[in-house]
Structure formats: C-alpha cells, structure tokens
C-alpha cells in the first residue's frame, strides 16, 4: 500500500477532532491528551487515509 500524497501531521489530525469526537473517544477509553493514545490514533488515521488514496487510485485506473 502507498501512503496518501500529503500526509497530515499529527497536530492537524488532532485539531481536526472535535470536542464532541474527543468527548466520545475518552467514554471509550481513549484519551487524545495522552501521547500513547494520541500516537495509536493518529497512525490509524494515516491508515486509513492511505487506504482511502489507494482506492480513490485504483478506482481512477479502473475506469481508464
């Protein structure tokens, strides 16, 4: 898998969460202002942004 053109930076993956999203998250046990938790976070954002340009690129080629 190749990563997304542009990956985002930690801090704007973090600032991009909402207080209400942060709010739920720590319900579930994950707290973004601890750094452990904030990392496991952001690297499965990055995954999932990686996963989507993959498929947003190979739905591109398929319709070449």
């Known amino acids: 898998m ?3 053109r542009y990956p985002r930076s930690a801090a704007e993956i ?3 969460v909402p207080p209400r999203d942060r709010a739920l998250l720590l319900r579930l046990g ?3 202002n601890n750094p452990v938790h904030a990392k ?3 690297e499965g954002v ?3 942004d990686d996963a ?3 498929q ?3 739905e591109r080629e398929r319709l070449r």
Do not use: G, I
């Open 40 to 42: 496991y976070f952001v």
């Open 46 to 48: 990055r995954a999932a």
């Open 52 to 54: 989507h340009a993959d």
């Open 56 to 58: 947003v690129r190979w």
């Open 30 to 32: 994950l707290n973004l």
């Open 2 to 4: 190749r990563p997304a």
């Open 14 to 16: 973090l600032r991009s």
